[in-house]
Structure formats: C-alpha cells, structure tokens
C-alpha cells in the first residue's frame, strides 16, 4: 500500500522560508523519481520541482533559485526548502511518486503578513 504523508506547512510571512517533508512507504524509493506539486484555490495543480532517483532536480521557473529539492534515500523522504517565500506561493503543497497515481493529503502553506 502506497503512502505519501507531507509536513511542514504553516503560515509564514513574506520573504520567509520553510521546509516541506514528504515520507514515502509502499515504493522503491531510492529508485523512484519524487516531485511536488501546488494546488492554489480555484487554479490547477501544477508541478514546483522533480528529483530523480540518481539526484538530478528540476523546477518550475516561479520557483527557481528560491526552492530547493532534495532527498534522503535511507529515510525515504523528499524535502522542499523553500525560501524568500511571497504571496503567490500560497497553496496546498502535494508530494507525488513521478508517474504515479498516488497523492497524500497535502500540507498548506500560507504566506502572508
């Protein structure tokens, strides 16, 4: 049984930063690529970062330079760092096994004065 459980989220202001986790069971994880994604009220889910199973990484322009992804292989847990965080981020934050159809329940961040 797939399980994806994300923490971290809060409320933060403007140009703060925080630190996403998402521990992964039921996958082969240290062979699996991970990614997170972003749901807004009212807007599309849409893809913030990937990590591949070998460490390549890859973001979405709005992020890039601000976020960080990475992963701990012994923990089976991919992290999102997120720093000089702004308005816009606001949104539920999901963590994904690449192509894959399973989702957690997501963590909310908020980023407001």
């Known amino acids: 049984q797939v399980q994806l459980v994300e923490s971290g989220g809060g409320l933060v202001q403007p140009g703060g930063s925080l630190r996403l986790s998402c521990a992964a069971s039921?996958?082969?994880?240290?062979?699996?690529?991970m990614a997170w994604f972003r749901q807004a009220p009212g807007q599309q889910r849409e893809l913030v970062a990937y990590?591949?199973?070998?460490?390549?990484?890859n973001y979405a322009d709005s992020v890039k330079g601000r976020f960080t992804i990475s992963r701990d292989n012994a923990k089976n847990t991919v992290y999102l760092q997120m720093n000089s965080l702004k308005s816009e981020d606001t949104a539920v934050y999901y963590c994904?096994?690449?192509?894959?159809?399973?989702w957690g329940q997501g963590t909310q961040v908020t980023v407001s004065e």
């Open positions: 994904n096994a690449v192509g894959g159809p399973h």
């Open positions: 039921g996958i082969r994880f240290s062979i699996t690529a």
């Open positions: 990590i591949t199973s070998g460490g390549s990484t």
